[in-house]
């Protein structure tokens, strides 16, 4: 729908002026099952080192989006450029330039913490050595040195996502995909897991979240909300509220869903 | 004649072979009150609505409801109470008439005899109503989940996290319905992650890891909190935490949407010399006010003293 | 190609902590090995035969005690005339029956040929073939020791199969289909329902509910009587019609065993749902618990008789084993109920003994 020119009052979050530079394009993305258009025509960019939030309501086609983003799944038609390669004749660079994290399935239960960074550290490509250096930093800054040879299912879940994070950040991507991270957790562990994207986004990867918190998409410097397939909007939060005259984006949401 | 006391728990404890869910938890609910368990994941809310539903013995501890022993007098329990499991359990091969017709006959009541209770709910879903329930949206499960709950008249509703993965708008419609049940004396006890859902009880009880931490009505919770609470505003939130969380004096520095709360002990609160500070460090546009602590600075806060 | 490594190693640590795949990597070969190893045997060893011997002369004796030396066979009985034959096969007492004509030796030595009769149980046929070649080949040797003496002498063997002249191979095979489609679609179908009402979550509100744990299990099993019951009646009108498999006995006797076996069948599936809760663990336990015993030990294919007593034992707890042998006696022997009320009555032993398991043990909580 939108794109938003560069203002100089945006700034990141982290204090970084963002980049002009696009490091995801999208144009007249479709997407059909049969009969159904899950995604129809999209067409947004994201800025490098940006936190940009995809949000909308289940089946609004989020999670199509993302995963044709990841490279998981065809679009039925569209341009679309990752992390610089595009999607249809370099998707295997893409894949290998980004990094994807879901509620869902992050991490294997029966394997061990250390046992899990290592597997990812390996299929991503990465030496013996980059894997242990990268394992012990990770592991002592999530405090989890004392946890590296326990299974997964055995440790709480606040530490699980903070883990899977980080696993996803392992081979330092430019792009990260998460797709409703923090799901179920309290309140102190999702404002941790927030610090780690700040940090992530900080040192200039991109940030590309769904979530159904509307308190989150604050965080966001740019959101884009979907409804019934496309984009119904896409600003910064502050200016969505203005848009539509809310004080929270729980009211805006509220208002774009009922205005349909 | 109503039982006063809908809901009675005292020294509750359940486990899961060696995994503790519910650790000695005792609390009242009364007849007609809309009772809400906040918590996140693991907290021990779904664990806690089984065994009052009887469908887990407990280890420890006596729970009454309606008066009914849920051990032993099992059988009158599942008879009076409407239970609506986590992830709506329906029958998604069924169409939305007949789940309904069938939770209807298995209580031995009818469609027809208890309608007015359910009609303002069913009318969203009528529509679609020879839909099989697994081609509906979350928010058209959620309702036909809840109608089912209540087709047979029950006097009492256990709804675990009823609003877990369903959009704002319905959330919104639900919560609304629930009040109405209420005021139709329906004592009512739900579930809930969601902390911004805390308001829309009677009384709630801020659960974690299995412990209750407190119980009050939301606005008992708020006024209870110890702390003096100013919202910081200054363009960009993670520089300024990071500034905050430093600042002397500060007991917790939290973000919340674009600015931090920043919690002081009453008194020694001073925004002026915190705007000075916040300026020197190169953040010129501060905004800074005091607020009312909200329920999830509340539960922050009684997560670490535990 | 490290990144390959890496994926292949997380796929060893998953294998190696999953007490169940290593079940199946591990133990399953072990014990299909021995299971294949002992039961498929062409040899037979100690089968029950009767004699009917109104010569009890010299040579008569001779053979058969070179026939009883054999290691094959075991006297079962001696018969006293000629009507006592039909009976031994009846009542299911021996495998063969032989039969040689008075004044054997003396025909012998005056016409230098007797005759015997060799009665095969061809509902059997694979075995009684082999028996009838056993003595066969005893009696040759006999000869072939004799004639090396004397003049040559001849004894001319008739064989006569009771019950499958043709020796028929889907005879044999019918009633063990029977036994095994019949176990299969009552007792899987019927773990799966369960199951898969747990694994959805709506069990939960089932049990909530007034309906009693009776009600919810007897439901669930009802549209599956019916169907496999149907079931029966389809592989028994094609046996009939297609292949020829006669129906000598009482049609509603064979119907009513029918129904007592499906009864049954699906009480062991409602015992094996209370015991696993996903609807991948009930198949598998269906399956390979169920279906294997029944092929391999309930005499479907391979006789009882030959195996190890270890494996006998086993094939005496096998509900399977004693319907084959009833639907084999009313098909294909003409039998009543007075033949086959003992293995009716450990049917119905069984059903009642799965029955109550289950009901016991069908939790009235989730756990």
């Given amino acids: 729908m939108n794109d938003v020119t560069l203002t100089p009052d945006i700034r990141t979050k982290q204090g970084m002026a963002i980049s002009s530079e696009n490091i995801i394009l999208v144009k007249d993305l479709v997407k059909k099952f049969g009969n159904f258009i899950a995604n129809d025509h999209l067409t947004f960019q994201v800025r490098k080192g940006e936190i940009f939030g995809f949000l909308g309501a289940n089946g609004a086609g989020k999670t199509t989006a993302i995963k044709i983003l990841c490279g998981l799944w065809y679009p039925t038609s569209g341009e679309l450029n990752v992390a610089g390669y595009d999607i249809y004749t370099q998707r295997e660079k893409v894949k290998q330039n980004i990094g994807y994290m879901s509620q869902k399935f992050s991490l294997y239960d029966d394997l061990t913490v250390f046992e899990n960074i290592r597997f990812y550290g390996g299929i991503y490509g990465l030496r013996k050595n980059e894997i242990s250096e990268r394992a012990k930093s990770l592991m002592e800054k999530l405090d989890l040195s004392s946890a590296r040879n326990k299974l997964i299912r055995d440790i709480p879940l606040g530490w699980k996502q903070k883990l899977a994070f980080s696993v996803a950040m392992l081979h330092n991507p430019k792009i990260v995909f998460l797709d409703e991270p923090t799901g179920g957790v309290d309140p102190i562990t999702r404002r941790q897991f927030w610090n780690l994207i700040y940090e992530a986004a900080h040192g200039g990867t991109t940030v590309f979240v769904t979530t159904h918190y509307m308190d989150e998409s604050e965080y966001c410097n740019r959101v884009s909300i979907m409804v019934d397939g496309r984009i119904a909007a896409l600003d910064t939060p502050e200016k969505l509220k203005y848009q539509y005259n809310a004080s929270t984006m729980d009211d805006v949401f509220i208002r774009l869903a009922r205005g349909k | 004649m109503k039982d006063p006391v809908a809901v009675s728990v005292k020294n509750l404890t359940l486990r899961y072979g060696a995994t503790l869910a519910i650790d000695d938890i005792s609390f009242d609910v009364a007849g007609g009150e809309l009772f809400g368990f906040i918590g996140p994941d693991g907290a021990g809310k779904t664990s806690l609505f089984r065994v009052l539903t009887t469908l887990l013995v407990p280890n420890r501890g006596a729970c009454f409801v309606e008066g009914h022993d849920v051990v032993k007098e099992y059988h009158q329990i599942r008879n009076l109470c409407g239970y609506m499991p986590g992830k709506f359990s329906l029958y998604l091969d069924l169409t939305v008439e007949e789940n309904l017709s069938f939770f209807a006959t298995i209580f031995g009541a009818t469609i027809e005899e208890n309608y007015d209770l359910i009609k303002d709910i069913y009318v969203q879903i009528e529509p679609f109503k020879k839909r099989k329930a697994g081609k509906l949206s979350g928010g058209m499960k959620q309702k036909l989940a809840l109608s089912c709950a209540l087709i047979h008249k029950p006097r009492i509703l256990f709804l675990d996290e009823p609003t877990t993965g369903v959009d704002a708008v319905s959330r919104r419609e639900f919560w609304d319905m629930l009040k109405r049940l209420r005021d139709g004396g329906i004592t009512i006890l739900v579930s809930t992650p969601y902390m911004d859902e805390a308001g829309k009880c009677d009384r709630v009880a801020l659960m974690q890891s299995g412990k209750i931490m407190k119980i009050d009505t939301p606005e008992g919770i708020i006024k209870d909190y110890p702390y003096a609470l100013l919202a910081v505003k200054a363009g960009d939130v993670y520089p300024l935490l990071k500034e905050l969380i430093q600042y002397p004096g500060a007991r917790r520095a939290d973000t919340f949407g674009q600015s931090v709360h920043l919690s002081f002990r009453k008194g020694e609160i001073q925004p002026d010399e915190l705007q000075r500070y916040l300026i020197q460090k190169g953040h010129p546009h501060v905004d800074i006010e005091p607020i009312t602590a909200t329920i999830e600075d509340c539960f922050m806060d009684l997560m670490t003293i535990n | ?367």
Avoid at chain 3, 14 to 37: E, K, N, S, W
Avoid at chain 3, 122 to 130: K, L, M, Q, R, Y
Avoid at chain 3, 249 to 260: K, M, P, R, W
Avoid at chain 3, 350 to 359: A, E, G, P
């Fill in chain 3, 1 to 367: 190609m490290k990144r390959f490594g890496a994926f292949v190693v997380k796929e060893f640590y998953h294998i190696f902590r999953d007490y169940r795949t290593l079940l199946i990597l591990f133990g399953m070969p072990a014990v299909q090995l021995m299971l294949f190893g002992y039961v498929i045997t062409n040899e037979i060893k100690d089968a029950r035969i009767a004699i009917y011997d109104p010569s009890k002369d010299v040579v008569t004796r001779t053979i058969s005690d070179k026939i009883l030396s054999s290691g094959y066979f075991i006297l079962e009985r001696n018969l006293n005339n000629v009507a006592e034959i039909e009976d031994a096969f009846r009542y299911g007492e021996v495998g063969l029956a032989i039969i040689f004509e008075p004044e054997f030796a003396k025909k012998m030595e005056k016409t230098g040929t007797a005759h015997l009769q060799v009665i095969g149980d061809a509902s059997d046929p694979n075995t009684a073939n082999i028996l009838v070649n056993y003595v066969s080949g005893i009696i040759s040797n006999y000869l072939i020791s004799i004639n090396s003496e004397k003049i040559p002498h001849q004894i001319i063997p008739e064989t006569r199969m009771m019950y499958n002249g043709e020796l028929k191979g889907v005879y044999m095979f019918v009633p063990g289909l029977m036994a095994m489609l019949l176990m299969l679609i009552s007792a899987l179908m019927t773990s799966l329902a369960i199951t898969r009402e747990k694994e959805l979550g709506t069990m939960e509100l089932l049990l909530v509910s007034p309906l009693q744990p009776v009600q919810i299990i007897i439901g669930k099993v009802f549209p599956y009587v019916f169907l496999a019951f149907i079931d029966a009646i389809i592989i028994l009108i094609l046996a009939n019609t297609v292949f020829h498999v006669p129906v000598l006995g009482s049609v509603s006797l064979l119907l009513g065993e029918s129904f007592l076996y499906i009864c049954m069948a699906l009480s062991l599936g409602i015992l094996i749902s209370t015991i696993t809760s996903s609807q991948q663990i009930a198949m598998m336990v269906s399956l390979v618990a169920l279906m294997l015993p029944t092929i391999l030990l309930s005499g479907f294919i391979f006789p009882v008789e030959n195996m190890p007593w270890i494996l006998q034992a086993f094939c005496y707890v096998m509900p399977p084993k004693y319907f084959i042998t009833i639907i084999k006696s009313i098909m294909l022997q003409g039998n009543g109920l007075a033949n086959v009320w003992h293995e009716t009555l450990i049917l119905l032993g069984f059903t009642l003994f799965f029955l109550i398991l289950s009901i016991k043990k069908f939790n009235i909580r989730l756990a």
